[in-house]
């Protein structure tokens, strides 16, 4: 059975004055049905304009999809025609975004913008439409819906329009919902609350979500598999678990280090040596390898790919050699998958 | 609004009549004028009382409606109503003209950014800034009235609108560019907003997220425009009647003005800053209307 | 990881960053050297500039001078001034030769635009900023004054004050419409002030111990000003525009001053018949106007960060 929604190698490109900047460079990822995705990378990974590429809301130009596809049940979405394509917006792929405030028409009562999903896509009477709202406001628990559905969304806190957000979103009750960064402009209780809405409302409406976001801690709650993207394309991919117990790229290694730890004493902030790349120069072969402690020559000249990672006996040994005995891999959609040439060496010196 | 119009009055009154220059010996014309009559002319219009007194006979008379007398003695509230409809008239169509046509233009290059309708409209609503309104009366004169004959050159014998078409665009134009200009950048700014993002997001027709979306947010700035935009027209009226010979309230200002009919002046003067604090009160309150952050806050 | 491939690892991903150097006014005049209209607005008014400094050099008659009435109105040979002859641009109703009025008719607009936009520029960085940062007494009446000028449309105010003054002289002129010029610009500084006097940096200084005279003018200003500097460049082309107006209303400058304004009040009348007395002061006149916009808006889309 094909994934609920599969992306495939894109490419996404920004030209800016005769130079190119490459925002996405061959991402792959797959959502299964009922599955939490959380897409995690710094800013400037991509992460943000990929989820764009596939609601197909780019600004197209300066951006250019310059290659891949992304597939929903099955469908092909790149290249379909654009009154084709707008149907499946909203309706069966809806999104929301970080700054509710901004993201919001600041001149219309959130309970018009709401309806308008009903009015446009299913041609509801505005006054059923209007009902809907108000229904669709409670649900995502907003007090006194029947009163606050005429306010505009500067009356409303910020935790407050997110969930008008989270309920102009569902009102189609869509098979795949991409949260872009949904809490980061919010207090951390505010966040928690967001973070469980979402899951419960996933849960009754047996939604595929993506997450996207840079926080680990947000994620480790609510998603069930995490695609770590760094300078544009997946570098690591697995169960939250696998990540969080067994990381199998230096980058997610680096990562989990960096993080504060109150319960661990006397330990010094071990940082991820270097910056972001600048996406108009990314490195040669592996992009991160500028960065990481474990490079080798192998890394500033080939590409890694993104691979399943070789797990118990076999693993490589120092030199990099590649191991010989394939342990029983898991269906292709799943399993720990890791872009790095040593990534077996990565989760031996984990453990 | 109130002490603003009071200060504006006062501005008026004191340059009209606290500079050098006797009106009252200039209405006598040439022939020297008896002592007893000037004597009495000028008690009769004030003038041989303090300045401030002589303002507050004026303000009394203008909390009855009494616009005083002008130094012919007619009462200039009457003078100008006759002229008052002409004006209102080329107002009228140079105000309708600017806005259709402005938005259009705006709108238009706002959504091709870049492409040539936008240079176009850039370019040539800077060009129509950059000449002056009567350089522009003169030439539409020449070329649109009589070369071509499209338009009545002059006068009011064709009545409305025929009569007014000419006067009313020549008027309308530079206001008509700020509008283009100033819808076209609000347009392109609104494009990049968020909200058009989530629009867009939504699923909506791209018509949809202009009309109901963009648009509505990018005339919030042209409508605030249009308060100041009162004023650009009410000057402009003054050189557009008296080259297209239009017999209205501008026209009689400045004739006014020439021959140092003080009283008219100001009289005409206070009138207008009315209607012009009158017009930018109801732009505030429409703004509220159009922008309910304001209206809450 | 050693400490050279860090430092390798630092000057990969950090330099293409940073790139060359990043001032605000650096990267404008580099943006401005590249737009086609700021070189061609230069050009003109370079040219204008010329015209009004030095006379002289582009024609032999004196302002109003050498006019023969016997040689009035003499239409020009043809529409290429460089064709030769003795008056390029024909001849005016007194028999002026009409490109030497046209040269001796740039200096009092010019002057005039630069004037008022200098006081104006002047009165409202002043005012503005006070009255922007001290607040309260100040502000609350300054801001009366502006409103009281404000509901004052520009043109029958110039109008109204400048047929009651006695004496028509470019100083005359700039010093009236300097008086009414004044409260936009002011009010548009003391909004900038307003916005800027808020923000962290200013804080900072003023935590540091910076006294106020010191804060002002090394925070606030150079911050504040970019906007009101670039509407004063586009207020010397609305100036003249205005001026030129006047004159042809009567009440702006007056024989025996020459400008272009009234050289088209004295065509109104027999321009039909006479259409290159209009044309010629019109071309100058926008010309010079357009140049200013131009200018103006070249220097503002090169500041504008958005626009980068």
Redesign the interface.
Known sequence: MSPLLEVEDLHVEFRARGSAVKAVNGLSYTLEEGETLAILGESGSGKSVAAQAVMGILDTPPARITGGAVRFRGTELLGMPEKKRRAYRGAQIAMIFQDALSSLNPVHRVGDQIAEMLIVHRGTSRREARRRAVELMDRVRIPSAADRVNDFPHQFSGGMRQRVMIAMALALEPDVLIADEPTTALDVTVQAQIMKLLSELQDEMAMGLILITHDLGVVADVADRIALMYAGRVVEEADVEDLYARPAHPYAEGLLLSVPRIDVRDRELTPIKGAPPNLAAIPAGCPFHPRCPRARDRCSTEVPELRLVRTGEGASDRSGARSEAPSPSPSPAGGHRSACHFAEEVVSDGR | MV???I??TL??YL??FA???DPIRALGGDKPMPPAVYASLRHHYHLDQPLIVQYGHYLWGLVHGDFGETLNGQSVGDVMKTDWAVTARLGVTAWIFELVVGIALGVWAGRRKGGVVDTLVLSGT??V???????LA??AQ?IFG?KLGWFPTAGTDDGWPYSYLLPGIVLGSASLAYIARLTRTSLVENFR???V?????????RR?VLV??TL??SLIPVVTYLGVDL??L???A??IE??FNLPGIGGQ??TA??I?DGPT?VGI?TL??LV??FANLVVDLLYGV????IR?E | MSETTEVAATAQTGAVVSGASASLWGDAWRDLCRRVTFWVAVVILAFMGLLAAFPSLFTSAGPNGGCDVRQAKLRPKSWNPFAGGDHPFGTDTHGCDYWAQIVHGTRAPIIVGLLVTGIALVLAITLGSLSGYYGRLLDALLSRITDVFFGLPLLLGALVILTAFPSHGVLTESFVLGLLWWPTMTRLMRGQVLSVRDADYVQAARLLGARDPRIVVRHILPNAVAPVFVYGMLNVGVVIGYEATLDYLGVGLQYPTVSWGLQLSQAQEIFTDFPYLLIYPALFLTATVLSFLLLGDAVRDALDPKLR
Not at chain 2, 129 to 135: K, L, S
Not at chain 2, 197 to 205: D, E, I, N
Not at chain 2, 290 to 293: A, F, G, K, V, Y
């Open positions: 002490p603003v119009l200060g504006t501005l008026i340059a009209v500079l050098p220059g800077t060009l800034i950059a000449v002056p309104t009567f350089v003169y030439c020449l009589l907003a968020d909200y993002r989530t629009a867009v997001a939504k699923g909506l027709t949809r109901r979306h509505r947010n004023g650009h009410m000057a402009g003054i050189v008296g080259i200002i400045f003005i020439q140092k002046v003067a207008l800053v012009y604090l159009l922008d309910p952050r809450y």
